[in-house]
């Protein structure tokens, strides 16, 4: 039972930066356990995609598309995930999310087919990235 609430989304030029930030909380009366947590991203008119994902010790699995550009990591004793994104272009505009799924190791993550209904999901951050 996890809460997820991303941010720091916006408007980057290609070539620029943007630092996403997912933040983690038990729902009320359990107790926050997270193993690995990845985020996803969606385009219009696309299908939700994979994109990073990190192990609660820090072991990262990266999409191809953003090999080399994002940097997943995490920050236990806060419960927070952050995905460092540069040389930003125009095909990575989409709403990104983070997730949190028990029942995934890191390195599952970009094999099993994307579900909003497997594990539990923030709202959404809108990243935009003009050429």
């Known amino acids: 039972q996890v809460q997820l609430r991303e941010s720091g989304g916006g408007l980057a030029q290609a070539g620029g930066s943007l630092r996403l930030s997912c933040a983690a909380s038990?729902?009320?009366?359990?107790?926050?356990?997270?193993?690995?947590t990845g985020w996803y991203r969606q385009a219009p008119g696309k299908e939700l995609e994979f994109v990073a994902a990190?192990?609660?010790?820090?072991?990262?699995n990266y999409a191809e598309s953003v090999e080399g550009r994002f940097t997943i990591s995490r920050d236990n004793r806060r419960n927070t995930m952050d995905l460092q994104m540069d040389n930003l272009k125009p095909e990575d505009t989409a709403v990104y999310y983070c997730?949190?799924?028990?029942?995934?190791?890191?390195?599952?993550?970009?094999?099993?087919?994307?579900?909003?209904?497997?594990?539990?999901w923030g709202q959404g951050t809108q990243v935009t990235v003009s050429s």
């Open positions: 997730n949190a799924d028990p029942r995934l190791r890191y390195s599952d993550y970009g094999l099993v087919k994307a579900d909003r209904n497997r594990g539990s």
């Open positions: 990190i192990s609660s010790g820090g072991s990262t």
């Open positions: 038990a729902v009320s009366g359990t107790t926050l356990s997270l193993r690995a």
